[in-house]
């Protein structure tokens, strides 16, 4: 499926911002990830196609929340009040092969979107 990420931008610390993750089709699984600057790729959250359950990096649990509208075929990132080592750009994956589990690697993902940069200010 091809992925499309929006919602993106500069917020001060203790800040808000919603990403969302356009599929162009149904998938298995869907999750973010994120690369902060210097830093290697990092999970960020996994939703399942049936949205009953969730996983979230320990940095980012209690702050940030991971929907779904399989209606629209949207995957949203709520983030709620975010630090500068948030800074990074975000990016959507989706699982459409069978095989998915909670979390990351990378690898446990089949398509990817462009990233979307968030910048939080301190």
């Known amino acids: 499926v091809q992925l499309q990420a929006s919602g993106g931008g500069l917020v001060q610390a203790g800040g808000s911002l919603r990403l969302s993750c356009a599929a162009s089709?149904?998938?298995?699984?869907n999750a973010w990830f994120r690369q902060r600057p210097g830093k290697a790729w990092e999970f960020v959250a996994s939703i399942p196609w049936s949205g009953n359950s969730s996983e979230y990096a320990d940095s980012v649990k209690g702050r940030f929340t991971i929907s779904r509208d399989n209606d629209k075929n949207t995957v949203d990132l709520q983030m709620d009040n975010l630090k500068p080592e948030d800074t990074a750009v975000y990016y959507c994956?989706?699982?459409?092969?069978?095989?998915?589990?909670?979390?990351?690697?990378?690898?446990?993902?089949?398509?990817w979107g462009q990233g979307t940069l968030v910048t939080v200010s301190s």
């Open positions: 089709g149904r998938t298995i699984a």
């Open positions: 994956a989706a699982k459409t092969r069978p095989g998915w589990y909670p979390g990351g690697p990378r690898l446990n993902y089949d398509d």
